[in-house]
């Protein structure tokens, strides 16, 4: 069955780094667009960074650009978020996601699911 662990997330200053990890078992990985999704508290959750199948393309969130980066390295089913320059609005528990072909910024379009991380940026 398919699979989606992120791993990654913890506590860091404002204006610190964390890389969030995404590794995917059950699914021809290379087949997906992968997305990271976040939720803070009492918020709905919002797109934060999409990626085409094959890493040609990428797209952001303007509340994150300039500062997130998603890569991902099919060889080893993995997806990353790189986030720097990290704010305290940008606390919440992120996701990653799976979509067969193209990627989309609609959570509701994506039919896996990892069970989260939590990033906590303190001031």
């Known amino acids: 069955q398919v699979q989606l662990v992120e791993s990654g997330g913890g506590l860091v200053q404002a204006g610190g780094s964390l890389r969030l990890s995404c590794a995917a078992s059950?699914?021809?990985?290379?087949?997906?667009?992968m997305g990271w999704f976040r939720q803070a508290p009492g918020k709905e959750r919002e797109f934060v960074a999409i990626i085409t199948r094959s890493a040609g393309g990428t797209g952001y969130a303007e509340s994150v650009k300039g500062r997130f980066t998603i890569s991902r390295d099919n060889a080893k089913n993995m997806v990353y978020l790189q986030m720097n320059s990290l704010k305290p609005e940008d606390t919440a528990v992120y996701y990653c996601?799976?979509?067969?072909?193209?990627?989309?910024?609609?959570?509701?379009?994506?039919?896996?699911w990892g069970q989260g991380t939590q990033v906590t940026v303190s001031s």
């Open positions: 996601a799976a979509r067969r072909g193209s990627p989309v910024i609609t959570a509701y379009d994506y039919a896996y």
């Open positions: 059950g699914l021809t990985f290379s087949a997906y667009a």
